[in-house]
C-alpha cells in the first residue's frame, strides 16, 4: 500500500465549479500535511499547510481527519488557471529527519 | 521564498555514462534533498544531504549509484552513476525554510530533465 494515495484523476470541471480531492495516509505518526500545485514541465510549488481545524485560503479550503487519516481540498469558483496537478504532501520522521512523502497527484482540468 | 537553481536544466546521456547535476541555494541551508520524478509518478526522495556529512539514503538508493557531495551550506551536487534507461526522470533540488510564521516550507528547484538513451 502506498504511503499517501489519492486519486489520479483527471477530474474535468467547468470554469465556476466547485471541486473536491481527497486524500489518504498511511502512517498514523505523520505530523504535518500539505498540498502542493505542480504545473506541467515545473516544479512543484506549495499550495497550503492542513490544520485540523480546517484552513482557508481564498478559493480553497483545506481538511485533516486525523482519526480516519484522510485529507481533502476543496476549490471553490474554478478558474481556468486552477489547471494543474494537485499533490498530497505528509511530512514523516525519518531516521532523525522529517521528510516530506507525496502522493502520486490529481490532475485538475479546468474548461472554459 | 528560496531562489534555487539547477544544472544542467535537461541532458540526453548514453547508457553507462554518469551525469552530474548541480544545485545552488541563493543562501545557507542546514539540509539539502534530492528527489526524483519518474514520468507520471510523483516525486521520491533520493537523499538528505546536510552539510559536512555523509548524506542519508532512503530505502532503494545507494551512494555507489547516486553519490552527493555537500561541500557548503548553499551547494550541492548529485551523480547518476552507470545510466541506464530506467535513470530517466526528473531529479529535482529541494530545500527547507521558515516563512510566514512557523511554516517551515519546502522549496524545488527547477528541475533536471534527464534522457537515458
Known amino acids: 500500500r502506498k504511503e499517501v494515495e489519492q486519486d489520479p484523476g483527471p477530474f474535468n470541471v467547468p470554469e465556476g465549479a466547485t471541486v473536491a480531492f481527497n486524500c489518504t495516509y498511511s502512517?498514523?505518526?505523520?505530523?504535518?500535511f500539505f498540498w502542493y500545485r505542480q504545473d506541467c514541465r515545473k516544479e512543484p510549488k506549495l499550495l497550503m499547510s492542513?490544520?485540523?481545524s480546517g484552513n482557508e485560503d481564498g478559493r480553497f479550503t483545506a481538511q485533516l481527519n486525523r482519526a480516519s487519516q484522510y485529507i481533502s481540498l476543496l476549490i471553490r469558483d474554478s478558474k481556468l488557471s486552477d489547471s494543474a496537478t494537485y499533490l498530497c504532501?505528509?511530512?514523516?520522521?525519518?531516521?532523525?529527519?522529517?521528510?516530506?512523502?507525496f502522493g502520486t497527484g490529481t490532475r485538475l482540468l479546468v474548461s472554459p | 521564498s528560496a531562489v534555487i537553481s539547477q544544472k544542467p536544466s535537461r541532458d540526453i546521456c548514453q547508457r553507462g555514462t554518469s551525469l552530474t547535476i548541480q544545485c545552488q541555494v541563493d543562501?545557507?541551508?542546514?539540509?539539502m534533498f534530492w528527489y526524483r520524478q519518474q514520468p507520471g509518478q510523483s516525486l521520491t526522495l533520493i537523499a538528505t544531504?546536510?552539510?559536512?556529512?555523509?548524506?542519508?539514503?532512503e530505502s532503494g538508493f545507494v551512494i555507489d549509484k547516486f553519490p552527493i557531495s555537500r561541500p557548503n551550506l548553499t551547494f550541492s551536487t548529485l551523480t547518476v552513476s552507470n545510466m541506464s534507461p530506467e535513470d530517466s526522470s526528473i531529479y529535482l533540488c529541494?530545500?527547507?525554510?521558515?516563512?510566514?510564521?512557523?511554516?517551515?516550507?519546502?522549496?524545488f528547484g527547477p528541475g533536471t530533465r534527464l534522457t537515458v538513451l
Open positions: 502512517n498514523s505518526a505523520s505530523q504535518s
Open positions: 504532501v505528509v511530512k514523516t520522521m525519518n531516521t532523525g529527519f522529517q521528510k516530506l512523502v
Open positions: 529541494s530545500v527547507e525554510r521558515w516563512t510566514s510564521g512557523s511554516l517551515n516550507e519546502q522549496f
Open positions: 543562501s545557507q541551508v542546514t539540509m
Open positions: 492542513v490544520y485540523s
Open positions: 544531504a546536510n552539510q559536512g556529512s555523509e548524506a542519508t539514503y
